[in-house]
């Protein structure tokens, strides 16, 4: 309380006379909960302002703010330059001696005007309210650990699920770990990766081996058989019921089916594959997102799962595998999709089981079988070529077109396996390499300027040194940087075995390999096999790149186990090896790397479908793996 509002009976003035005279009339001021008694007094006759000077020089109220209050002497708020009256009339209203003021008023300073006009959400145009929420999203961002699109939620909504300490139910469809702990994981492997200089192979750090989320019922009847990453990191699953779901920031958000163009034709998905680039072409329109493959057609899906299309496959077959490629130059796109064929038509072994009874039966019969084998010659053939369709846009051939790329006459013909595009060093489409049962790798390169020509340019045969190895078939392949293609091979049963003898020409090249089930890094561009990855004890059947240069192998059944190879062992280079051959005469020949020893997921077992999904912030080589469920 300052001196002013002490209650000693001393006037404003700070003087010790009293207030009380023959021409004044002592005040008794409230003001909230304080009381001055005795402080303040009005001179009968006087004006009204002097007395607000007073009561401003005593609590701080601007006589502006102002509201004084005297019942008998004034009615209402007591008014400006308004003169008092009499000592009488004063006296009269008095009661006890001192007349009764309530003050009413604040002494703190006045609130401004706004300087810009107070806007309602109603107000707001939807342009700025996105514009708005865009900006406080990037603001979220920058100090957000990762942004893994497929599991991660937007920076603002992270913090929904606080209070949560392990695995959860997000909904029906999704069980994960609160997202703070996944933005824990993240930084301490970019914390580990930064600190020790390591983790260039395997990108921003070591997987943890930790299930972060599990997408899809478990109990669901169908089962998942391939995975998709599209560019802005939406999950893309394909099941055995024909279903294809889209899954982004940890909810399924489409749910559509792939449906057959030939009636009776059942099945479900068995292949998928993600278009380079997303987005809106020239015409306005979506651009193809990924393909599906199954049900004897291939169809093409918008990144919202809209089917912008199909293409029908032959009776008998069904597309598998499938790869989506741009063959456009520079900023040219012209989007493709190619397809080999699995058969799906087995011959019944009863047919031909009872013999006819007469002539015109076994004319019947003799030309049911030759027909079947004429099918069987027929499917056969189909399923060693691979149909290629432009799915748009292009400027030198029209959407829909389709390209049948038959092998050679005088090259061995395998059923086509596994199939990769081939990049060059600033990522354009080098070569598509088709892989087959025979161990081959068919290299088939675009002529842009020949409406998009296909010219068989190289077969590379896998030929093992072991002797009882028997032949070998390519089982899948995943592409990596500077043109090296990861191949992984198995031995093929007797009873399954293609001849792999065939012309011998200039464009058949021979590629030595030291075993014939292992992972090999082949070198596409100088046709040599590099490295030996030989670190699982059955035939890898899946494989994904890492960001980090890195590569992921997950074994067979026998096997059950994902290992994670680093960059310094996939891209390392093939030593040269001298052969003595007698008479002088020596031979360079190149000797593949071997490793064996490399990381080793424990929590993982057989899978059959692996994809990395990487981080989207710049400059980030942070990801998460995904197979069965996805790991950090």
């Not at 914390?191 to 972060?212: C, F, H, I, N, Q």
């Not at 792999?500 to 561009?525: K, W």
Request: overall charge negative.
């Amino acid at each position: 309380m300052s001196h002013n509002e002490t209650i000693d009976g001393t006037n404003p003035r700070g003087d010790a006379s009293p207030v009380s005279s023959i021409d004044t009339v002592p005040v008794k001021l409230k003001w909230s909960k304080r009381v001055y008694d005795n402080v303040l007094s009005i001179r009968p006759g006087s004006l009204s302002d002097a007395f607000k000077e007073e009561v401003r020089a005593l609590t701080g109220v601007p006589p502006e703010r102002q509201k004084l209050l005297c019942r008998g002497a004034w009615k209402g708020p007591l008014p400006d330059g308004t003169p008092f009256g009499t000592a009488d009339e004063i006296q009269s209203a008095a009661k006890k001696g001192s007349l009764a003021v309530t003050l009413i008023g604040s002494a703190d300073a006045a609130p401004e005007a706004p300087k810009e006009r107070t806007r309602f959400v109603e107000d707001v145009t939807p342009e700025e309210r996105a514009a708005a929420e865009a900006e406080a999203e990037a603001r979220a961002a920058e100090s957000a650990e990762g942004m893994i699109t497929a599991i991660q939620r937007p920076p603002l909504h992270r913090r929904d699920d606080d209070g949560k300490a392990g695995m959860y139910q997000y909904n029906r469809m999704v069980t994960g770990l609160p997202q703070r702990q996944m933005e824990d994981l993240l930084r301490e492997r970019r914390t580990d990766a930064e600190a020790s200089g390591e983790g260039e192979g395997v990108g921003g750090g070591a997987l943890r081996g930790e299930v972060v989320m599990t997408l899809g019922l478990e109990l669901r009847r169908a089962y998942v058989n391939d995975l998709a990453v599209l560019p802005d990191g939406t999950l893309v699953s394909g099941l055995d019921d024909s279903h294809v779901q889209l899954w982004r920031h940890g909810e399924l958000v489409e749910d559509v089916v792939h449906e057959g163009v030939l009636p009776g034709v059942e099945g479900g998905v068995e292949a998928l594959a993600s278009f380079p680039s997303r987005g809106l072409n020239s015409g306005g329109t979506p651009d193809a997102a990924f393909a599906s493959g199954g049900r004897a057609c291939v169809r093409i899906w918008t990144a919202e799962g809209e089917c912008m299309g199909a293409f029908p496959f032959p009776a008998g077959t069904t597309p598998n595998p499938i790869v989506a490629m741009d063959l456009g130059e520079g900023t040219n796109s012209v989007f493709a999709v190619a397809a080999g064929f699995r058969v799906t038509r087995s011959p019944n072994p009863g047919a031909f089981a009872l013999a006819p009874a007469d002539e015109e039966g076994r004319r019947r019969r003799a030309q049911a079988q030759a027909e079947e084998v004429e099918m069987q010659r027929a499917l056969f053939h189909t399923s060693c070529s691979v149909r290629v369709w432009i799915v748009g846009p292009g400027a030198l051939v029209p959407a829909g077109s389709l390209f049948t790329l038959e092998p050679n006459g005088s090259d061995v013909a395998a059923p086509v396996s596994s199939m990769a595009v081939v990049s060059d060093q600033y990522g354009q489409f080098k070569s598509l390499v088709c892989g087959d049962q025979a161990g081959g790798l068919r290299l088939w390169e675009c002529d842009q300027t020949r409406s998009l020509q296909w010219n068989n340019a190289a077969l590379l045969r896998l030929c093992s040194h072991e002797p009882a190895a028997g032949t070998v078939s390519v089982i899948c392949m995943e592409p990596l940087d500077g043109g090296l293609l990861a191949v992984s091979t198995d031995i093929m049963p007797p009873q399954q075995a293609i001849s792999q003898e065939g012309v011998a020409t200039a464009s058949n090249v021979a590629l030595p390999i030291p075993v014939a089930s292992a992972v090999f890094i082949v070198d596409v561009l100088s046709r040599s096999v590099n490295v030996v990855l030989n670190g699982h004890k059955d035939a890898v059947r899946c494989m994904c790149p890492l960001p980090g240069g890195g590569l992921a192998t997950g074994g067979g059944k026998l096997d059950a186990t994902v290992r994670i190879w680093g960059k310094e062992q996939v891209c390392a280079s093939s030593s040269q090896h001298k052969n003595n051959e007698g008479e002088g005469k020596e031979e360079n020949s190149k000797v593949p790397q071997a490793f064996s020893d490399s990381a080793v997921l424990e929590k993982m077992g057989f899978v059959f479908a692996l994809k990395s999904i990487p981080d989207s912030k710049p400059m980030s080589k942070l990801f998460a793996l995904l197979v069965h469920d996805i790991m950090l």
